[in-house]
């Protein structure tokens, strides 16, 4: 049976085909690099990461790209306020994004490119689109001529008179109307600038994912998520630049992810419930706040409490405690057991694994079957004696559907000082770069594996809690 994908573009499950048998291009949206990452900022990553391992699982070879919007009005604003270059903005939250992401056991992406190392392919995409008459020039800003895209409105089920009543549209007399959007911006006084056919500007928010996508994967893709927030405008917009462009479908499957909620509540400044992904990190472990993204189908809500997240932890020290015991008992067993049926029904249970991931990705019902694995280990423990390829194969289990949805469920291995000293270098130099966030999430880190570190005249030393 074919891997189910509900696809946003067509309202419905279908069965996965890649337009290359076996192979599997992807692009992911990524964050815009003004800040540190939210909570909700890290559910796109830790999804997208466990779809690209589950397809990596049954067999696909897949080529996976995230993109970095580093220039931005935002990142623009943020550099002003902290008195430094945009750039260097960029690449110390870029650097948080890349510790953070990783804490959670998101793989690298294969290419992480960047808007200010694609503005040549930017200025040609948005050439072409101006040569096409889909686009147009209007005092050094070019924007894209919405209407004149028959198909605008298809991922977001929306017609054009219903985006036009129903959108925030920011009003310019420059445009020819109102719901075209804009691909260049013609640069501000003192503001990061590039040049252009139109003269000094830099690209729009939406033109940047068109131009990434067809650099790196080509015209058409197999999978194009992001956070459901994105799906309109920026997901719509992109359609309607590429496939103006290319007349050729942007992507065959469309993925969007759900909203988090923080306590009920929808996540916002303004109610003063806005959580970084860090802080989130040091409170309750990286391990157990991608355990607790997982126990959740992606595209539906996830709420995020303390309480909750503690609920996740007893569920994963469930079965770190299965494994545990499984390995204890592997190291004493003298393999007088009996094999029996115990095979047949981990088999079983491999096969259900599959089917619940195969159904959209539904890791929330693959880590149920881990809870029924564990079950099944802690039964099987109770015979008096037991078989060694019966042990193994629950171990392998465990490990293999363990490392398709990127949890850890083995118990810390304990620091070798070479370790340590090493971390602590790596402090020092984020120190001495005023990265500051990272030094103190290296210091927190090491103290919650019982290694305390004392700030001396002579240096950090080191003692184990």
């Known amino acids: 049976?074919?891997?189910?994908?509900?696809?946003?573009?067509?309202?419905?499950?279908?069965?996965?085909?890649?337009?290359?048998?076996?192979?599997?291009?992807?692009?992911?949206?990524?964050?815009?690099?003004?800040?540190?990452?939210?909570?909700?900022?890290?559910?796109?990553?830790?999804?997208?990461?466990?779809?690209?391992?589950?397809?990596?699982?049954?067999?696909?070879?897949?080529?996976?790209?995230?993109?970095?919007?580093?220039?931005?009005?935002?990142?623009?604003?943020?550099?002003?306020?902290?008195?430094?270059?945009?750039?260097?903005?960029?690449?110390?939250?870029?650097?948080?994004?890349?510790?953070?992401?990783?804490?959670?056991?998101?793989?690298?992406?294969?290419?992480?490119?960047?808007?200010?190392?694609?503005?040549?392919?930017?200025?040609?995409?948005?050439?072409?689109?101006?040569?096409?008459?889909?686009?147009?020039?209007?005092?050094?800003?070019?924007?894209?001529?919405?209407?004149?895209?028959?198909?605008?409105?298809?991922?977001s089920s929306q017609s054009i008179e219903d985006l036009r009543s129903g959108a925030r549209i920011e009003v310019d007399e420059r445009k020819e109307d109102a719901l075209d959007f804009v691909l260049w911006k013609a640069a501000k006084e003192g503001e990061i600038f590039w040049g252009s056919p139109w003269g000094k500007g830099r690209p729009g928010w939406h033109i940047e994912c068109s131009a990434m996508v067809k650099k790196y994967l080509g015209d058409t893709i197999d999978i194009h998520a992001g956070g459901q927030d994105l799906s309109f405008p920026h997901h719509e917009n992109e359609i309607a630049q590429s496939e103006a462009l290319t007349e050729k479908p942007m992507a065959n499957y469309w993925m969007h992810n759900g909203f988090i909620n923080i306590n009920n509540e929808k996540m916002s400044k303004s109610l003063g419930n806005f959580v970084l992904a860090n802080d989130i990190i040091r409170q309750h472990s990286a391990e157990v706040v991608r355990f607790f993204m997982l126990t959740g189908h992606y595209r539906s809500p996830i709420n995020f409490s303390d309480e909750l997240l503690e609920g996740a932890k007893n569920g994963l020290d469930r079965l770190k405690t299965a494994v545990s015991s499984l390995e204890h008992r592997l190291q004493e067993s003298a393999d007088f057991g009996e094999v029996g049926d115990w095979l047949e029904r981990i088999d079983a249970l491999k096969k259900r694994f599959i089917d619940e991931m195969d159904d959209d990705f539904n890791s929330a019902n693959g880590i149920a079957v881990m809870f029924d694995l564990a079950k099944e280990a802690n039964r099987y423990l109770r015979e008096e004696k037991t078989s060694k390829q019966v042990l193994q194969a629950f171990l392998a289990y465990f490990t293999e559907f363990a490392d398709v949805l990127g949890i850890v469920i083995t118990e810390n291995k304990e620091l070798l000082d070479e370790d340590i000293e090493e971390l602590i270098e790596n402090r020092n130099q984020a120190r001495k770069d005023r990265n500051f966030a990272l030094a103190d999430q290296i210091r927190d880190d090491l103290k919650e594996q019982g290694i305390i570190l004392e700030d001396t005249a002579q240096g950090v030393r080191w003692k184990r809690g």
């Open 1 to 155: 049976m074919a891997i189910q994908v509900y696809n946003s573009l067509t309202k419905q499950k279908e069965a996965f085909i890649p337009m290359e048998e076996g192979k599997v291009k992807m692009y992911v949206c990524g964050p815009t690099v003004y800040n540190y990452i939210h909570i909700g900022n890290a559910r796109p990553p830790i999804v997208y990461d466990m779809v690209r391992r589950y397809l990596e699982y049954r067999g696909y070879e897949v080529t996976y790209i995230s993109n970095f919007t580093d220039v931005d009005d935002k990142i623009i604003r943020a550099a002003n306020e902290l008195g430094e270059d945009v750039f260097a903005v960029a690449n110390k939250f870029i650097e948080a994004y890349h510790h953070d992401t990783c804490a959670l056991g998101v793989k690298e992406a294969d290419v992480h490119p960047r808007v200010t190392e694609t503005i040549p392919e930017i200025i040609a995409f948005i050439e072409a689109l101006v040569k096409k008459g889909y686009a147009y020039e209007s005092g050094g800003d070019v924007y894209f001529r919405t209407r004149k895209f028959e198909g605008y409105g298809k991922l």
